[in-house]
């Protein structure tokens, strides 16, 4: 059953090094304020698992919370690389980087296949191309009925979900809409998640009947940040700041500037500082 | 007659491919300038959809992320990313794949993963994301790119995604039913699959455009078509759709766009 | 892309004799008024799925539409059995009717495959009992990390599936909403699908961002038939008819009863009967 | 105090059983009576899912089919029955999964598929419906029935669902790692599982019931626990809402309830 906590008794309750974490958002609904909770709480030894590990990831592996990142895109959306990833995977600054890496069809596969409870997906990809020779996460199965081989991979099975989402109600249900990704997904096949919301409300309306919503019973912790999103965007609050996303490639090109950057910004920051973000950005 | 750019050609020669009975599934950059300016010109009901879950968007401006909420508000309906993944592009529901890449060989096999190796990359590319499942199940993979020596190499460092791999019926024998790459539109010229050897053998050449210029920016020997043909320059109508988009996603993104 | 046909012309168009026909509807939006066509047009071999097969396909069967039936809960809900299809599993009459037996997860899982494109569906079921003993469809894959035994049955892949829908819009794309089964999924999964609706609109609104809409490139025939899931219900137009449900169990225990009543009922009557159960059956 | 029907004992005995925190998969007939009433008295937030996708129903009268206008209504949300049957009932995040059937052995196994043989059957029944992976998926099973000799069998002509199977270890045996069956209530008396064999014995008559009745009524040799106890009979506010619960039913439903 959901709780309502501050962000720092979110990240303590749910939160622990070494745990295997999925923070996800598909451009959308990214929780920027919980990763940087995360970087303050300095979590060491993260598994970070994402389909398209942006500007937070960045931030994490800079930090140095990450021993691994598993992932299927990992980039500045329109921008270019994410330096400080490049320079853990290519340096190992500040700590080596093991990467896993997969298709979006292979990682969307196995987020789906952890919700529903399965040790595997199965599905029609890999064909022809390199990346089984270096991910041994890939293998092949053959369709008892139909002799077809098929491509098969470990589900994901987090030990926490952080996602973001628009609303929670007072009794700890969690709303969604718009570009949902594969967040249910991923708090479902979690042990325990944290929701970051944009704000709680009395009730969700207008109901539709087939609402994405997840049960305060499917989530651990909840917390209200205005913007938490931010620079990602919350359909509905406010839009993506699309020049903070090019503003992070030079922050990040040079290991200094990048650490200037993280103390000014986040260690010496708080979660309340998105609020301002969101109220910047706010659709007209 | 207007003047255009080599960018603008290679982008409407792409458009002019899609039919409005397509159902595209449209990358970032390039491929979704070809796809918005196919369906603001001939294609006004093309199917156009993001693998963030959107499905039939028409964007007003250019969208700068996969994600963008301009995407959601103009699409028919958003799905789930497993959603998209499984029902609509494993459901082989897509007639055209429009892809672009880093690294391009003649038989249109791509590498956006790494240049080097794998372990010690020179550069660290940002990873296959949706391409190596777009290219198996469309129906039809169409390839945008700009052509230089170093994308169009003799031999990938990785083969991120399939494209008609060591040519002749490669594709068949891996038990891939679809067609793989059938053009690659450039800012020089277009190539197209010979249909023997699976290679990209060029069949059409952007006005202006010299044999010597295609070769020194590819790293095979370039085969040509019997016939060669010259592409079409842009018509009026074309560029002022495509200059009106962009100055319309430059309006609403400021210099963010 | 959908074309909008007479229900004549749809099922002229779109089901052939000896035709695999999923026609899908979980006690909401059961496409009846198309079931009474497929009848009045004398289909013959269809091979039947679905996973709650109740009245429409007690009437297909007694009439000698159906060759085979694959199923996973067969009865008239909250009355008791169907006895044409009781009468052609135990007595062969009108002709024998071959049945492949499913649980609900596993029909639920083949419809999800089908829909993915995919040759089969694994899920964890059918632990100790006795259907795989009795149905040579269910068979054993190994997880290829965990080594767990999972059940893997066929992909269901329908040669045409029917199903009721609220709303079509002009261009042809289908809506729904409510309880929605595996509607969407079984559509999805066949080659040609028919869709009936209550109405045909402008536009769907209030349009929410991710309502369940099936795009007209994805179905095959559109007819407008207010009421054609009766005694189904469409949720927003009408109720369930209850009534109708337990006469049925009268009607249909005697041969005799039964072919005359089909006769006066469905072979001479056409869609239109529908349109009054709507306005007898409409919420107030 | 006022007088009840056994099948009131029934219905009251098994919702006592289910508390609020709990998420409880529901068939529907006696079960849904049971877990409707068990939210409308003790458990007020209990969450109840229909297989029919509506999670979290709060109907106002009891739904005469799985998947009543009323249970969508009612619901936080609604979701397609792959979903269902995939993430919230294989997910294992369902608490009690409620089943009847039509013939039970002492291991609570189950047949709701035929009586006699499956190719020639004597009586051909609904079938399995979402019993046979509820019986594995959920934490644990409660069952209800009207007791009879042709319902309680020594031993069932098809295994529609998995109880504890041939007793003991049998489930842990075949991988399964949830409780089962650990509750059968019925008209006569309440039986548990035995912690070592797994035979579901007599842990509590209901008031005026007599072993030998139970005996004349269960088709295999009724074991009983050591210390037996009377089922409290149900209290008038038990009594009150579930006699309030079926006149709204049937002033909804009409003739038709």
């Known amino acids: 059953m959901s709780q309502f906590l501050s962000l720092a008794e979110a990240v303590e309750a749910t939160i622990y090094d070494g745990d295997t974490v999925a923070m996800e958002g598909f451009t959308h609904l990214i929780p920027h304020a919980a990763g940087h909770e995360v970087i303050r709480q300095r979590r060491k030894h993260l598994s970070l698992i994402r389909m398209t590990p942006d500007l937070i990831y960045d931030q994490l592996i800079g930090m140095g919370c990450a021993d691994k990142l598993t992932f299927s895109w990992g980039g500045n959306p329109g921008v270019g690389s994410l330096h400080r990833m490049r320079d853990a995977v290519e340096n190992g600054w500040p700590t080596p980087l093991a990467i896993e890496e997969h298709s979006h069809a292979a990682m969307a596969n196995a987020y789906e296949a952890g919700a529903a409870g399965l040790p595997c997906a199965i599905f029609r990809g890999y064909i022809g191309v390199d990346l089984p020779k270096v991910n041994a996460n890939i293998k092949r199965i053959t369709c008892p009925f139909t002799g077809e081989m098929l491509a098969a991979i470990p589900a994901i099975r987090p030990d926490v979900a952080v996602i973001h989402a628009q609303k929670a109600d007072r009794a700890g249900n969690v709303f969604m809409e718009g570009i949902v990704g594969v967040q249910k997904h991923a708090v479902l096949a979690a042990k325990r998640s944290l929701v970051t919301v944009e704000e709680i409300v009395d009730e969700f309306s207008p109901r539709t009947l087939n609402a994405t919503i997840l049960p305060a019973w499917t989530v651990t912790a909840i917390v209200e940040i205005p913007g938490g999103a931010h620079p990602s965007y919350a359909h509905g609050y406010y839009m993506r700041d699309n020049a903070y996303y090019k503003a992070w490639d030079a922050i990040a090109r040079d290991r200094d500037g990048f650490l200037a950057w993280m103390k000014t910004n986040v260690l010496e920051k708080g979660p309340e500082i998105f609020a301002a973000q969101r109220q910047r950005l706010a659709a007209a | ?257």
């Open chain 2, 1 to 257: 007659m207007t003047s255009y750019t080599p960018n603008e050609m290679m982008t409407v020669a792409a458009a002019r491919a899609l039919k409005s009975s397509d159902v595209c599934f449209v990358g970032i950059g390039q491929p979704s300038a070809a796809c918005n300016l196919a369906r603001l010109t001939h294609a006004p009901d093309i199917t156009l959809i993001y693998e963030s879950g959107t499905i039939a968007t028409k964007p007003n401006v250019l969208p700068l992320s996969i994600g963008d909420g301009e995407l959601s508000e103009t699409a028919m309906t958003t799905v789930s990313v497993p959603e998209m993944f499984r029902y609509w592009l494993q459901g082989g529901r897509i007639t055209i794949g429009f892809l672009g890449g880093a690294q391009i060989d003649k038989y249109a096999n791509l590498n956006t993963t790494v240049v080097g190796s794998y372990n010690k990359p020179k550069v660290r590319l940002p990873g296959g994301g949706g391409a190596p499942e777009i290219a198996t199940s469309c129906g039809e993979i169409f390839i945008i790119m700009n052509q230089s020596p170093r994308g169009f190499v003799e031999r990938l460092d990785f083969v991120t995604s399939l494209g008609h791999g060591e040519g002749g019926a490669y594709r068949e024998k891996l038990g891939v039913t679809t067609k793989g790459p059938t053009r690659l539109v450039t800012d020089l010229c277009i190539f197209e699959p010979d249909p023997e050897t699976k290679e990209m053998i060029v069949t059409s050449i952007h006005p202006g455009v010299t044999r010597a210029q295609i070769e020194a920016n590819t790293g095979w020997r370039v085969r040509y078509a019997n016939e060669v043909v010259e592409t079409p320059i842009p018509r009026a109508d074309e560029l002022a759709a495509l200059r009106e988009l962009h100055a319309r996603t430059k309006r609403a993104h400021g210099d963010q766009a």
